[in-house]
């Protein structure tokens, strides 16, 4: 089945929405579009790979860009006309286009998706264990800290990144941790070290 996940029309035709048996478009429009050629359809009625499918009804002419994702066909962006009509290159150039932008948002959109659900695994792991956690990029800047930190420091959530977990230590053990910390990044080795913190 076909699903219409976002449809847009002008008053001239009835939105398309729900969904759409497969078979509406006939076998030699869903082979075409399997191997990824574009359909351009100047009229829904007479056209040879329409004519006399349900598919007509919906509309005059059309453009279908199928997207292929790996060698598989994963989705298609369809624009149709109200009337029929004799769609020229550049037109069709333009929807293949916009197939592919629209693609790649909606690819950058999954992804973000799926990174925003991993990290919403990891915080409720790392909150789940009674010890204090905490993460650095590369450069040592510190940029995550779990709510046992925040717990047992009282301050307010994000006041500790980068730089300022140094001043959660007792000021004679500042110097030695932060330098330690610094030589720790320069050469790679474990950070291990014993200090009084601010509760």
């Not at 429009?29 to 359809?41: C, I, K, S, Y």
């Not at 059309?62 to 994963?74: D, F, H, K, M």
């Not at 789940?128 to 940029?143: A, E, L, N, R, Y």
């Not at 500790?160 to 910390?181: K, S």
Request: proline content about 5%; hydrophobic content about 35%; aromatic content about 12%.
């Amino acid at each position: 089945q076909v699903e219409y996940m976002t449809s847009w029309t002008s008053d001239a035709m009835t939105p398309l929405t729900g969904t759409l048996p497969m078979s509406t478009f006939g076998r030699a429009n869903l082979d075409a579009l399997r191997v990824g050629d574009t359909r351009v359809l100047s009229d829904y009625a007479t056209d040879p790979m329409t004519r006399g499918l349900p598919v007509e009804k919906m509309a005059g002419a059309g453009i279908v860009v199928p997207l292929r994702r790996q060698g598989i066909w994963a989705a298609s962006l369809y624009v149709h006309s109200a009337s029929p009509r004799r769609w020229n290159a550049d037109e069709v150039s333009v929807v293949e286009a916009v197939a592919e932008i629209a693609w790649d948002a909606v690819e950058r959109a999954q992804v973000t998706t799926a990174l925003r659900e991993s990290e919403e695994k990891f915080r409720a792991i790392a909150n789940s264990i009674d010890q204090m956690v905490w993460s650095t990029q590369p450069d040592g800047f510190h940029d995550y800290y779990n709510d046992r930190w925040y717990e047992f420091t009282g301050v307010p959530y994000g006041s500790t990144d980068g730089e300022g977990w140094n001043g959660m230590f007792h000021p004679d053990d500042q110097e030695r941790a932060w330098g330690l910390w610094r030589r720790c990044l320069e050469t790679g080795q474990p950070y291990r070290i014993e200090y009084r913190l601010r509760h």
